[in-house]
C-alpha cells in the first residue's frame, strides 16, 4: 500500500532525517577523533588543523602494549635488520622495545590493566544485576513493611556524589585492607550500581503479570523454581538492559579506580591517562588504549541490541 | 475427585472485606458455578481454594482435611485464569508437559508424551502442538489452558472466567465442550463467572455471591424458580425478573406506583396484608393477549428469532414480557397483558428477602 503524503510531510520527513543524521555526527565525531589517532604516525597526531588524510599505521598498538625507551643512537642497519617487524615500527618512532636479560620482550601495563577492567566490571556487574533481580522481586511480588521508605532508602544510596565519599572510603579500605584489591573495586561498584538495578528490575518485574507464577505454583511448582522458570526467561531484556548500564558505569569509572587502586588491580580507566606523563605525551599510543577500551562495551551493546531496544520501550510492549 | 468445604471464611486486604463468614460446599463430581459481579469476591474465593491467598479467618478443607498449612502446589488443583494463563515462549507442547514435569510428581517421559498426545486430541490442537503461545487464537489459547489443568488430573479444577474473553461464538462452543469435558472426567469443577448464561448452562449447582456474602445456592432451576432475595432475582435470567413495587389487597395484587391490580394464587394472611411488597414475575410467566387485564404500552421489542421480548410500558414503570415470534407487534401499540398469578414470587419491600424463603 503506498503511503500517499502531502508535500509538507515530505519536507519534515526530511528535516527529522536531517537532524538525526547530524546529531549521530556530533556523537560520532570523537569515536573518529580516537579511533583515527589510534592509527596515526605520531608526528600527525597533533597538527593543526588535523590531519584526516594518511596512511594508517598500527606503530600506535605496537608501543601501546610494550615497554618502551628513548633511543639515544639509532640503530646500527644490523640491529634494524635483526629486528621483527614490529619492533622496527618502534625503532622508526625513535624508541626501543626493552628486554629482560634473557632477550624477553617487556609488556607495558596495559593488557593487566585491560583484564583487571574486565574482572572487576563483569563480576560486579553480575552481582549487581543479580541481587537487584532478587531484591526487586520481593519488592514486586510480596507485602514488604514500609516498602516505599525502604525504596526511597535504596535510591537515596545514588544522590550523594560519590567523590564526597572518596577520601572517608579510601580510609576505610587501607584499614580492612581492601585498597588496590580486586574485592575491594568489585565491592564497590557492586553498591553503587544495586540501588540502579534494583529500581530498574522492580518496573520490568511489575509488568510482567504474576498470574504467570501462580500457574506454575499451583502446576507444583515451589517459589523459586517459579521464579527461574517463569520469571526470569520474561525478565531477560529488563536483565539485559540493567546489564549493559551496569557495566557502563563500572566499566567507565574513573576517580575511585585513580583513589583506591594504583597497580596490582589497577583499572584501565586511570591508566591510561597516567601514560600522558611517561616521557613525551605520545597521544597515539593513548587513542591506541582508548580504542581498544571501547571495544567490550561496544560488542555487549551490539550483542544485547534487541533486548535494549525492547527494553527502551517496555511498557509499551506487553499489556 | 475431591470435596470441598469452605467454613467461616472471611478474607480482608487491608481495610477492604472481600469475604465476609462465606460458608460453601461442593460434592465430589459437582460443576458448581460462583456467579457474581466484579467484587463480589469470586477470585478471592478460587485463591483460597487453590492456595494461594490465605483465608484471614475460617478453615478450608478438601476431601474433609483442613488445608490451610498446605501450599499451592501440595493442594494438587488446576486453574484456569481468563488470561495470562499460559507461559510466554514455550510452544504448547511444552506449556502441557509442564505441570507433569514437576519434581513433586515425577511423571516418566514416556507417560508425559503419552498424556500430553492424549489430551491434544480431545481438544483438538494437535496441529498447534510446536506452536509458541504467542501465536495462538484466543480461543486456542484457552483450549491449550484447559488441556493444561486436564493433563495432570487434579484432584480439582478451578476456573475463574475462563470464557470471559473470547467472542460469543467460540464463547458457546467452548461452553459446551468444557461441560461435556467435566460429565466425561466425572471431576470437581469450580467455575467462576459474572455471566449468568454460563452459570446457567453449564453449573450442576450455582452460588450467587453479592458483596463477598453467598446470598443463595443451589441447582440452576432452585435459583432460577425461588430465587432468595430480588439481587438473585435479578442477577439471573436473561431478561431478569420483573420485580414491581405494590401490597396485597384481599387476595389480589395493587401495584400502587403503577397503579394496576392483577390476582394473585397464593394464601394471603396477616403475614402479607397490607404489607409493602415487590412482586416478581419472569418475562416468559407475563402473557401478552387480547382481553387480559390490564392495558399497557409496548415501549421497545426485541426480536431474537425464537421469540420477541417486549418492553411494555405502564405509567412510568417498564415491564418485559416474551411473546411468540409470529406476534405481529409494534412500537407504541397498545397491548393488554395478564400474569400466571401461579409463578409470583413475593419479596418484602424493605429487605428484599424472599417470603417463601422467610416461611
Partial sequence: ?319 | MAHIELKNVTKTFGKQTALRNLDLEIADGEFFVLLGETGAGKTTTLRLVAGLDKPTEGQVFIDGIDVADWGAAERDVALVLQQYSLYPRYTVRQNLEFPLKSKLRRVPDAEIAERVARVAKTLRIEHLLERKTDRLSGGEMQRVSIGRAIVRNPRVFLMDEPLSALDAKLRETLRTELKNIQMNLGQTFLFVTHDQIEAMSMGDKIGVLNKGRLVQSGTPNEIYNNPRNTFVARSVGSPPMNLIDGKLVSGRAVMTAANFELPYAGASGSVTDGRALTFGIRPEDLQVEEGAPVEALVHDIENHGVEKILTLRVGDTTLRATAPAQMRVMIEDQVRFGWDPEKVALFDHGTGMSLRHQA
Avoid at chain 1, 262 to 288: E, Y
Fill in chain 1, 1 to 319: 500500500m503506498a503511503a500517499v503524503r502531502t508535500t509538507g510531510e515530505r519536507t519534515l520527513n526530511r528535516v527529522a532525517i536531517a537532524s538525526v543524521l547530524i546529531v549521530t555526527l556530533i556523537f560520532l565525531a570523537p569515536i573518529y577523533w580516537i579511533v583515527s589517532t589510534s592509527f596515526k604516525p605520531r608526528n600527525l597526531s597533533t597538527t593543526i588543523p588535523p590531519t584526516v588524510v594518511f596512511t594508517p599505521e598500527i606503530s600506535p598498538f605496537v608501543k601501546l602494549f610494550t615497554k618502551r625507551s628513548q633511543l639515544r643512537s639509532a640503530p646500527t642497519p644490523e640491529e634494524y635488520e635483526a629486528a621483527p617487524w614490529w619492533e622496527r615500527l618502534v625503532f622508526d618512532g625513535g624508541e626501543k622495545v626493552v628486554r629482560s636479560g634473557r632477550g624477553e620482550v617487556q609488556l607495558s601495563g596495559y593488557p593487566s590493566r585491560f583484564i583487571n577492567s574486565l574482572i572487576v566490571a563483569i563480576t560486579s556487574t553480575v552481582l549487581a544485576v543479580g541481587m537487584g533481580t532478587f531484591t526487586a522481586y520481593g519488592f514486586s511480588r510480596f507485602k514488604v513493611k514500609g516498602e516505599g521508605d525502604l525504596l526511597f532508602f535504596i535510591l537515596s544510596t545514588r544522590m550523594l556524589p560519590p567523590v564526597v565519599v572518596a577520601i572517608p572510603m579510601f580510609l576505610m579500605y587501607r584499614a580492612v585492607g581492601l585498597n588496590d584489591t580486586h574485592w575491594g573495586l568489585i565491592i564497590l561498584y557492586t553498591a553503587f550500581n544495586l540501588s540502579f538495578s534494583v529500581w530498574l528490575m522492580k518496573g520490568f518485574i511489575d509488568e510482567i503479570p504474576k498470574e504467570y507464577e501462580e500457574a506454575a505454583l499451583v502446576d507444583g511448582y515451589t517459589r523459586m523454581q517459579a521464579f527461574f522458570k517463569v520469571v526470569l526467561p520474561e525478565a531477560a531484556t529488563g536483565i539485559a538492559a540493567t546489564a549493559v548500564f551496569c557495566f557502563i558505569t563500572a566499566w567507565n569509572e574513573y576517580a575511585f579506580a585513580l583513589i583506591m587502586t594504583n597497580r596490582r588491580a589497577q583499572t584501565a580507566p586511570p591508566f591510561i591517562p597516567s601514560q600522558v606523563g611517561s616521557g613525551l605525551p605520545d597521544w597515539t599510543v593513548i587513542a591506541s588504549g582508548t580504542f581498544l577500551f571501547l571495544l567490550p562495551v561496544a560488542i555487549f551493546t551490539f550483542l544485547l541490541r534487541n533486548h535494549l531496544l525492547r527494553g527502551m520501550s517496555f511498557g509499551a510492549i506487553r499489556k
